[in-house]
């Protein structure tokens, strides 16, 4: 069964450093998010991705996140100068149609 | 503001007793709503959905969840439970634009223990 896979699974970065996760979503789906979870907390939208352009980010999505869509498969959150409290699981998920949404594993982030 | 309500933060039921989640919602329009569960260092798993139609709804791993417009309801249910089903559930709102669902909101989820 196909899945949306993330790398890395844990990234340990210190504050003001830059970070890229990457998620590959499933491979026929056209509706990419990214989500967080801060431990202890509810999941969290950040943006939502279609047609190569975002279609919807959240308050948190400030000017430090980006996404980008690289090539065919890979799927991107781009953090530029981390502070700590973007320390957090961050999860991909990805749709078909734009209805039902699945999700990767996650990328535990830790900022020292 | 939409939102979704999850009263129960932990609840352990026995193994083959019956369990029910509880989920209110918060939303304008027909919402989309979801159940997910999420095992210890996983993702999130898709249970069910509910989009239109029939308002129960059948899941994967035997679980099934009814809508209910006039309580704002989405509750999940399972006749009985089996020690694998110990996770964390997330009841979840689908905010659409154009006919797609552009974000989800998540309740705070519950905490399944299951007792043998």
């Known amino acids: 069964e196909p899945e949306v896979t993330q790398t890395p699974s844990h990234q340990v970065t210190q504050m003001g450093q830059e970070v890229i996760l990457r998620c590959v979503p499933i491979?026929?789906?056209?509706?990419f998010y990214w989500y967080r979870q801060i431990l202890g907390q509810k999941v969290e939208f950040l943006v939502s991705f279609y047609n190569n352009e975002i279609s919807e980010k959240s308050e948190i999505f400030d000017d430090q996140f980006s996404v980008e869509r690289p090539d065919g498969s890979n799927f991107t959150l781009k953090i530029r100068s981390t502070k700590l409290e973007d320390s957090a699981m961050y999860f991909c998920?990805?749709?078909?149609?734009?209805?039902?949404?699945?999700f990767g594993p996650g990328t535990r982030l830790t900022v020292t | 503001a939409q939102s979704v309500t999850q009263p129960d933060i932990h609840i352990t039921v026995s193994e083959g007793a019956s369990l029910e989640l509880r989920c209110n919602y918060s939303?304008?329009?027909?919402?989309?709503l979801f159940w997910y569960v999420q095992s210890p260092g996983q993702g999130l798993q898709l249970l069910l959905k509910?989009?239109?139609?029939?308002?129960l709804v059948q899941g994967i791993k035997g679980f099934e969840a009814e809508f209910k417009r006039s309580q704002s309801s989405f509750n999940l249910r399972k006749p009985s439970v089996h020690w694998s089903d110990a996770a964390e559930y997330f009841c979840a709102v689908g905010l659409t634009y154009g006919g797609a669902t552009n974000k989800l909101i998540f309740g705070t989820g519950t905490l399944l223990a299951v007792q043998p």
């Open positions: 939303y304008g329009a027909t919402p989309y």
């Open positions: 998920a990805s749709s078909e149609s734009g209805s039902e949404q699945y």
């Open positions: 491979s026929n789906h056209l509706y």
């Open positions: 509910y989009f239109s139609g029939d308002t």
